[in-house]
């Protein structure tokens, strides 16, 4: 596709469901990121993938946060019991590959529109 | 560990020129990025830097400084659309590259 997309764009849970946010990285993308922005704030790393392998997952808030990428492309971010501390933005970002397959140079992150999580 | 501070808020006027600081500790520095974020939309990337010096992109310039930890984001001649958030991050080469951003600095230009 032309950019990243992330569905759902907008979603509601009761607190203690499970919820699972899907990210599609822009095609020929290595590298795809999870963040989650609460209201006003910063963003907050989660999770890295490079290809299907996640290097880096020292972001996950909790063990009820985990994160699967397929076949180097779609990744789902799942948030299992969810409470209500969890309810924020979830961004999806994808960089495209540099020498050897690794991190490019500047590793321009391009960043889906998002999906709002409201835990009720 | 990493750490990032830039100011949350910041206020100048149409046509004026803004300065946004950003200073940073990191053990493994690979790459200072500054995104710009309007409100309820995603950042989008305004400039990298990874060795010393200004970059130059048109009203936006960004500079670093390793060795005091240290960059800036300048806009000059201020629009009213260039309010936003405007968002440090530096990317370290341990654990992975992985990418740390700062809070962000909300900018507020005013006619």
């Known amino acids: 596709g032309a950019g990243v997309s992330q569905s759902p764009s907008n979603k509601v849970t009761e607190k203690g469901k499970d919820v699972e946010l899907r990210c599609d990285p822009i095609?020929?993308?290595?590298?795809l990121y999870w963040y989650r922005q609460s209201l006003g704030q910063g963003l907050e790393f989660l999770i890295y993938f490079q290809g299907n392998s996640a290097p880096d997952k020292s972001g996950l808030p909790s063990d009820r946060f985990s994160a699967e990428r397929t076949g180097g492309s779609v990744s789902t971010l799942t948030i299992q019991r969810t409470q209500q501390e969890d309810s924020a933005v979830y961004l999806c970002a994808s960089s495209s590959p540099g020498l050897a397959g690794g991190p490019s140079v500047t590793d321009t992150q391009y960043f889906g529109p998002g999906t709002r999580l409201t835990v009720l | 560990g990493q750490n990032i501070d830039q100011p949350t808020e910041m206020t100048a006027t149409e046509g004026a020129i803004v300065q946004i600081n950003c200073t940073y500790q990191t053990s493994g520095f690979n790459g200072l990025f500054w995104y710009q974020q309007h409100a309820g939309e995603a950042p989008t990337f305004l400039s990298y830097?990874?060795?010393?010096g200004l970059e130059e992109k048109g009203r936006f310039s960004s500079f670093l400084s390793r060795s005091k930890g240290y960059s800036y984001l300048l806009l000059k001649e201020l629009q009213m659309k260039d309010s936003a958030s405007y968002l440090c991050a530096v990317r370290d080469r341990t654990g992975g590259f992985k990418t740390i951003f700062g809070a962000g600095t909300r900018l507020f230009v005013k006619a």
């Open positions: 830097n990874v060795l010393d």
């Open positions: 095609s020929g993308h290595t590298a």
